[in-house]
Structures are given as structure tokens and as C-alpha cells.
């Protein structure tokens, strides 16, 4: 199943800043979104929203029919996946066994845990030889997609992604770049994307939203943006990136 995400008039202040003015969105269910922009525009807390790790001052998220609050964002979570910066393993953990993790906690059995495993690490191009190392032992590309393996360990319909490659050389970010955009295409879920890459986003994202000071200026295909900006912030970040 997949469904859309919608923000609807959510604001956030910390303190007396403003990390998101009033915000209108809609991540149409099956797409892409990179939220893009500057740090500090207002991206990663509408992500944390969603992930209901943040809670608006005023205004609501939804992720299909259902409203993120105290009492439903624990099962909204089971329908959820979230990738941050070297995929925040656990240590001590294999990378199997930091994959595997909710699966087990829900009460999956060895046997279906190891299918699903062996249908991941083919899905994010990970040798499954390397499940059994930990964290340490294994190279930053591979750290993030065992991340990944984790975040779709349980079939989510919504995918959330934090900078996900921000700490990956350029070489090793680009080829995972490729591989997360053929993941994307076969999944056929519904993705939210933080980046403040440019090219990042035009090759994962069917559409984005630039922000700043947490306003999104503009929103649509990356070619519409190029084409007509609707801000000359638009115009100073896209020629950023050329």
C-alpha cells in the first residue's frame, strides 16, 4: 500500500526562532520529495514531524488517513522507515542483527527474518558476506545501506531519509545515489527526501520543495525551478550548484 504525507498549516518555533512558518505540502503517494535548501531552513524538522519525533506548535501532519499524535505515532512508525547519516547503527550489533532489529522485536521467526535479509542486501546491492561484520569493520557506503536494510526491513509505505549520504565521498555518494534511485523505482513508495544537495536531488526526486528560513519559495519539478524561479533565492541557490 502506499499513501501520501500532508502537512497541513504546521508552524514550529524553538524558543523565539521560527524553524517552520505555516507550511501547505502534500508528498503525493508512490513520489519522491526532496526538501531542499540551505541548513537550518526548516527541513529536518518537517521530516521529524512526520517521524513524530517533533510536534507542530499549531496545524497537523498526516500520513494517509491518519493524523500523527502522541497516541497513533507508534504504529504509524511500524509504517514507517527512517534512513539518517551512516545509517546511526548500533555498534556492538552485526549488521544483520542491526537490520533484523524491529523485525525481531515484533516477534518475526529466524526463518522469515533470513528471507527477508537475503531480499534486501539483493535489493541494496550489499554482498550478503557482509551482514555478519559489525559497524567498524564495514566502509561508509556499506554502513548506509545496511541503514537502508533496516529502514524497509518491515515493508514501510513511507520512506523518510536524513541527509542520507551527507558523510560519504563523492565517488562512493554517487554511486549509492544511483542504486537508491532504482530501489525507489522498484519499491514504488512514498519517499521524503532532506538534502541540501542539489544533484542529490535531481536524480532521486520526482519533485522538490526549496526552503529558507523555513518557507518553501517553490515547489515542483527541478526543470520548473531552473526555468522560472519564483524567488531570486531560487535563482542565488541553483547557480550555487553550476
Not at 75 to 85: D, N, P, T
Not at 86 to 109: I, S
Amino acid at each position: 500500500m502506499t499513501v501520501a504525507v500532508e502537512f497541513r498549516g504546521v508552524t514550529k518555533r524553538f524558543g523565539a526562532p521560527v524553524a517552520v512558518h505555516p507550511t501547505e505540502r502534500r508528498a503525493e503517494a508512490g513520489r519522491t520529495l526532496a526538501l531542499l535548501g540551505p541548513s537550518a531552513c526548516g527541513k529536518s524538522t518537517l521530516l521529524r514531524m512526520v517521524a513524530g519525533l517533533v510536534r507542530p506548535d499549531a496545524g497537523e501532519v498526516r500520513v494517509g488517513d491518519a493524523r500523527v499524535e502522541p497516541d497513533t505515532v507508534r504504529a504509524l512508525r511500524l509504517r514507517m522507515g527512517y534512513v539518517i547519516q551512516e545509517g546511526g547503527l548500533f555498534p556492538h550489533l552485526r549488521a544483520c542483527d542491526n537490520a533484523a532489529l524491529m523485525a525481531r522485536h515484533l516477534g518475526w521467526d529466524e526463518a522469515r527474518v533470513a528471507r527477508r535479509l537475503d531480499e534486501l542486501a539483493a535489493l541494496v546491492r550489499l554482498s550478503p558476506a557482509l551482514l555478519a561484520r559489525h559497524p567498524h569493520e564495514l566502509s561508509g557506503g556499506q554502513r548506509q545501506r545496511v541503514g537502508l536494510m533496516r529502514a524497509l526491513m518491515l515493508d514501510p509505505e513511507v520512506l523518510l531519509l536524513d541527509e542520507p549520504l551527507g558523510a560519504l565521498d563523492p565517488l562512493v555518494r554517487a554511486d549509492l545515489q544511483r542504486d537508491l534511485r532504482e530501489v525507489f523505482r522498484a519499491l514504488g513508495r512514498t519517499v521524503l527526501l532532506v538534502t541540501h544537495d542539489l544533484r542529490e536531488a535531481s536524480v532521486l526526486a520526482d519533485e522538490v520543495a526549496l526552503l529558507r528560513d523555513g518557507r518553501v519559495l517553490q515547489r515542483g519539478p527541478l526543470s520548473a525551478l531552473e526555468a522560472s524561479p519564483a524567488d531570486p533565492f531560487v535563482t542565488r541557490f541553483l547557480g550555487a550548484w553550476q
